[in-house]
């Protein structure tokens, strides 16, 4: 490794993605190599230069890179102060057939200011790593909007209402309070895709799925602290990781502590 790199890799609890690359490189330069997985990344310092299948290609830090799997590339930074970046490593089913691949090369970098979005809001819950519903919900619509590009036809989905499949998703989550359940899991059961599951919930109640559950978590904590039992107690029988991660999502919710909340 390059003097000054930083490198923070780990494999998160959700289906689909191999790793997670968060890495700072002042100087170092990769040689030409090959992954397994599809190659989602953003740069969020510096410029990267890179060969791809022997075609050159630059990322800014307003573009998304999609590397398909098993074709060589490298990497380099085109300023001095070097880059930073986060990575997404994808299974190689996860994007399609293996006709695709082909388009990623031909067109590895979009202009995508949602999906640069929205891959920045899935990092951030891959590092907290307590919001599973969340991070699956997330990365369900990036990997529809990468498939959109890689068919060239990124286009906003119809704004159509499905209180069916809403309705049908809320009463999944309820009755698998406080555990809750995987997004691919309900998929089957309502017999609709992840994404309009995701799109039919946020339109019919105003929030996607994963703010619903945690809410619901925090109404079930709440009764259990007024019968008194003690915060770290509720944060196990409500459905969160720990009492840290109870306390976060009480206070967003209520504005105090589940301490401060009840009378002893």
Do not use: C
């Amino acid at each position: 490794m390059s003097s000054g790199a930083q490198v923070e890799a780990w494999k998160p609890a959700i289906d689909g993605v191999v790793e997670v690359l968060h890495a700072h490189f002042p100087s170092h330069a990769y040689p030409s190599h090959t992954h397994d997985a599809w190659t989602v990344l953003i740069v969020d310092e510096g410029t990267v230069r890179y060969d791809l299948d022997h075609r050159e290609h630059g990322l800014s830090q307003a573009q998304v890179s999609l590397l398909p799997p098993n074709v060589p590339h490298d990497g380099r930074s085109v300023h001095p102060g070097g880059f930073r970046k986060r990575v997404l490593y994808l299974e190689p089913d996860r994007l399609g057939g293996e006709g695709l691949s082909g388009a990623a090369v031909d067109q590895p970098e979009y202009l995508d200011p949602v999906l640069r979005r929205r891959l920045h809001q899935l990092h951030g819950v891959l590092v907290d790593g307590r919001e599973d519903l969340e991070a699956q919900s997330r990365l369900t619509l990036i990997e529809e909007r990468l498939q959109q590009h890689l068919r060239k036809q990124v286009v906003s989905p119809p704004d159509r209402r499905d209180p069916g499949v809403a309705a049908k998703l809320r009463e999944l989550l309820d009755e698998q309070l406080p555990t809750g359940i995987t997004l691919d899991e309900a998929s089957k059961v309502v017999h609709a895709h992840p994404a309009h599951l995701v799109r039919a919930f946020s339109r019919e109640y105003g929030m996607p799925p994963h703010r619903y559950l945690t809410g619901r978590r925090v109404d079930l904590a709440r009764r259990y602290l007024l019968e008194g039992r003690p915060a770290a107690e509720v944060a196990v029988l409500a459905g969160f990781y720990d009492q840290s991660h109870l306390n976060r999502h009480f206070r967003k919710m209520l504005g105090v502590s589940p301490s401060r909340f009840a009378r002893t």
